[in-house]
């Protein structure tokens, strides 16, 4: 890797870790956000053998416009264009109700680019992972298993885009609660 990767990767990763400093995660042991970006970009380059710098940075900054103060302008002033339009593709529109926006995210599944596709992969991978090892605390069995039949109902948008990586998915689904 060349130093210049190996920096914006390193930024990357700083960026996402201030942002989410005063986040938890919702499991029972409120782990630190910062975990979640971080198992994305393991999966992409560990699991599924993606080294597409824009694809692994993206999903590192994937939650923060959507989840911190982060705005549109500061992406793209420190990570480009590129990088900036893939976060924003994987961003929901937080005016819009919760259910409106999960059944945009299975609308709009077919239409993104390749790295948005990649990293909502990877997404739903790591999502489908902690609600079967951590859930959220208060989660009973019923809403486990319509997070894991709606996120089954976005990656199905998505296929085509990479098969290992849909492998993992479909992995993590035949655990469904
Ligand atoms: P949320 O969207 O509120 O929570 C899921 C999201 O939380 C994940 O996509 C993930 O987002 C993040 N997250 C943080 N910690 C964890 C963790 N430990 N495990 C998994 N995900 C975590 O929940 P729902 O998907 O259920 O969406 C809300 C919808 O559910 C609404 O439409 C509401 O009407 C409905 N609802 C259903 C209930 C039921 O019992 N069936 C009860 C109440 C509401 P990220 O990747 O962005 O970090
Ligand atoms: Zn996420």
Same mark, same amino acid.
């Given at each position: ?18 942002k ?27 699991? @599924? ?19 911190t103060t982060t705005t ?11 990088? @900036? ?13 919760? @259910? ?15 790295? @948005? ?61």
């Open positions: 890797m060349t130093n210049g990767n190996l920096s914006v990767l390193i930024s990357a990763t700083a960026f996402a870790a201030a989410h400093r005063n986040q938890r995660r919702k499991d029972a042991d409120a782990s630190p956000y910062i975990n979640h970006p971080i198992a994305l970009a393991s999966v992409l380059v560990n699991e @599924a053998g993606i080294n597409d710098l824009t694809v692994i940075v993206a999903a590192l900054l994937h939650d923060t416009i959507e989840d549109t302008e500061e992406l793209l002033s420190a990570f480009g264009e590129e990088i @900036a339009a893939v976060v924003l593709e994987v961003t929901d529109d937080k005016s819009l109700d919760k @259910a409106e926006r999960k059944r945009l995210q299975v609308e709009h599944a077919e239409n993104l680019s390749l790295g @948005a596709k990649l990293v909502k992969l990877a997404d739903k991978v790591c999502n489908l992972r902690d609600i079967r090892l951590t859930p959220p605390a208060d989660w009973p069995l019923e809403r486990r298993r319509e997070y894991f039949d709606w996120a089954k109902r976005v990656v199905d948008g998505l296929r085509g885009a990479h098969s290992r990586l849909e492998q993992l998915f479909d992995a993590e689904y035949a655990e469904r609660p």
